[in-house]
């Protein structure tokens, strides 16, 4: 079993910034794949950023440019650094673990991000 524990969020005004971060209880491998998945009110939950354990990324179109993801300092760390933030951001965020080697899967209880003026 592994625990993720998130911290940051908070309210922000449009073009303004954030930082999530995000602590796996338990080592990553290179092959897992750390991220950030975001929920908005009536809307599925979509994929923001993930990095592996190796350090590849990726992102989801609306992000690329203004969100970075990346490891911390522990190697079970992960950040999300979201720049230029707009409304449409406004979201539940959730830290996930694909831990794929073991096969499981693992969501933190999530952090709201709303930004309005």
């Known amino acids: 079993q592994v625990q993720l524990v998130e911290s940051g969020g908070g309210l922000v005004q449009p073009g303004g910034s954030l930082r999530l971060s995000c602590a796996a209880s338990?080592?990553?491998?290179?092959?897992?794949?750390m991220g950030w998945y975001r929920q908005a009110p009536g809307k599925e939950r979509e994929l923001v950023a993930g990095?592996?354990?190796?350090?590849?990324?990726n992102y989801a179109d609306s992000v690329k440019g203004r969100f970075t993801i990346s490891r911390g300092n522990a190697e079970n760390t992960v950040n999300l650094q979201m720049n230029s933030l707009k409304p449409e951001d406004t979201a539940v965020y959730y830290c996930?673990?694909?831990?794929?080697?073991?096969?499981?899967?693992?969501w933190g209880q999530g952090t709201q991000v709303t930004v309005s003026s």
């Open positions: 996930n673990l694909n831990r794929r080697s073991f096969g499981d899967n693992y």
């Open positions: 338990r080592s990553i491998a290179n092959i897992d794949v």
């Open positions: 990095i592996t354990g190796g350090g590849n990324t």
